[in-house]
């Protein structure tokens, strides 16, 4: 007969080596919270489970760049797996997602006991009878066969993990909206598929030092906007943050201090659509990477990630109806809004105030330089109010079009759209369209490449309001979709994560064609002759610009870019906006 104690530690201690049955026992448990499984053993673990219980599958759903295909793991109560079939019953569906840096597998084990204990203790999880739960128990599997045990230098455990890196060296976490690589794309129509209420990526925090566990790196409140950010901020993250408490992991607000100690205060990480929750943002998706502190002890990191998922099916099961209408109410909205942020900025009048829970910082004389360093002394905890600014204000707005035409050539473009869910008509017949185009005026480029990609910044756009003949089969994009905001945030070029700034449109940036100047100089004195306009429009440069002036090379450049001679595609942004 089991004590009256080991019955309350079977309640309150999901796993570690207390469970029904010892076959599903993880290696994490078996190691005394030391180590986490190998890709190999994490999959035929999943396996087992769908084997052996018929709340359980285990579907294949695309490759990754290793070769392998990407496995969602689905626990539906009811034994139904059709998600438009679960959806039609009303479940909501809560989406966890594990080693997108494999070297930070805290989830990869949670996600595994987690699943094992609502089988075996059903008990424990009354909340299973409204929600579907979704977990990819590997997103790296090229980074989560890279093993090793050094690459996390300042890490404390496990023994063994995966590498940063994808198998082709990509960080995943940076890639949901270029979608380089075959894990991208093959999540993406997981997302889709799923259209989960809620999301969690599971991570671990480089950084400052501080007491906490978990930290919480979540959607901005004014990206996900209206009600459905009001819901996040005031409803969500509150239960989050107090059912984490109850569970003995106090939770902060991921610590976003680089460059400072965060005693000081500290920024809101921003969501830029790059990442899993700026991505899942797009679709009125609230999402949080769980953040561990990179220097706890792992299994510590690992039961707070539980105790994280765990609070999510209980918030998702109570608030399921209320947050069901929120976000299909906001999918209708946003196929009417007008006006479109696409760039944001912090704004440092408004903040919220923190009760943070920190070490001293202090710089001490470096045993390898000599010269100070930072350190944080543990002896000296405190805990003290500091600024928050997690306010974001738009830099950029755009009115929306009616919709965007995409020429049929650029079909790397209409390909992720239609991957995201866009719907989209090829043009039926050649036409002509009155619409606006874009120019691009200006933009810097770094000289070392990120991601695979020399991401363009300070972009400036001039507006030309055109008719331009179009062919049939090039695409039409109405903008009156519950995509909206991904629209509108990779065609939009100034978008802080537009497929313009990630080079999808480098080839616009070249002139194909010039001239030769010692036989374009008569023409370009026959043009000044027959063009009153363009020789006034030459003299008032002249003046305005002495330098122009002196430079009979610029002064051909400059009739041959406003001739009818210039190329029309060069600097011309080959997606246009359908205007009223």
Known sequence: MRSKLTLFLLGILPGIALTANAQYQTRFEKSGGKQTPTYEEGIAYYRQLAQNFPQVQMQEKGLTDSGRPLHLVLYSKNKVFDIKKLKAQGKAVLFINNAIHPGEPDGVDASMMLLRDMLVHPARFPELDSIVVAIIPFYNIGGALNRNSTTRTNQAGPEEYGFRGNARNYDLNRDFIKADTRNA?????IFHELDPDLFADTHVSNGSDYQYVM????????KLGGPLGEFNDKVFLPYMYRHLKEAGFEATPYVNAYGQTPDKGFVQFPDWPRYSTGYAALFHTIGVMTETHMLKPYDQRVKSTYAYLHGNVKFLAAHRKALLKLRNDTKEAVKKQEKFAITWQVDKSRQSTIAFKGYEPEYIPSEVSGLPRLHYDR???FTKDIPFYDTYVPLDEVTRPEAYIIPQGWHNIVALLQLNGVQMKALEKDSEMQVETYYIEELETPKQPFEGHYWHTSVKVRTERQLLPFKKGDWYVPVNQSTNRYIIETLEPKAV??????????TILQAKEHYSGYVFEDLAADLLKKSPELKAKLDEKRKAD????????????????????????YMRYPVFRVVK
């Open 379 to 381: 002896s000296r905890p």
């Open 546 to 569: 002495p330098e122009f002036a002196k430079n009979g090379n610029a002064q051909l450049d400059f009739i041959y870019q406003n001739s009818d001679y210039a190329e029309k595609e």
């Open 185 to 189: 794309r093959s999540f993406a129509a």
């Open 497 to 506: 994560d537009s497929f313009f700034k990630w080079n999808f449109f480098d």
């Open 215 to 222: 930290t919480l790196d979540y959607a901005q409140k004014d």
